[in-house]
């Protein structure tokens, strides 16, 4: 079955930087769309980066120029480079492989891994 696991999280100070990973398995990889979401305590799910299987990407506003989406697929993992991190960057982050953005909830999901950015 399709797993996902993610990695890479941690506590770091405001202007620091960390790299999550995702692991893939159990289904082609490439053949779905890959993304990072996070949800902070108490606040909506926000898309964060998407990439699809001709690399093109897309970030939300709100983390442009400080964080990179990318994928190695001869080793299957999803990366989500951080950079400049921020207090608000403070969430838990999930890994999807999803068809369409609008069916993401249909997507496959990882656990989530933390984050969290102190001032």
């Known amino acids: 079955q399709v797993q996902l696991v993610e990695s890479g999280g941690g506590s770091v100070q405001s202007g620091g930087s960390l790299r999550l990973s995702c692991a893939a398995s159990?289904?082609?990889?490439?053949?779905?769309?890959m993304g990072w979401f996070r949800q902070a305590p108490g606040k909506e799910r926000e898309g964060v980066a998407t990439?699809?299987?001709?690399?093109?990407?897309t970030y939300a506003d709100s983390v442009k120029g400080r964080f990179t989406i990318s994928q190695d697929n001869a080793k299957n993992t999803l990366y989500l480079q951080m950079n400049s991190l921020k207090p608000e960057d403070t969430a838990m982050y999930y890994c999807?492989?999803?068809?369409?953005?609008?069916?993401?909830?249909?997507?496959?999901w990882g656990q989530g891994t933390q984050v969290t950015v102190s001032s």
């Open positions: 999807v492989a999803f068809i369409e953005l609008a069916l993401v909830d249909f997507g496959y």
């Open positions: 990439i699809d299987s001709d690399t093109r990407t």
């Open positions: 159990g289904y082609t990889y490439g053949s779905y769309n």
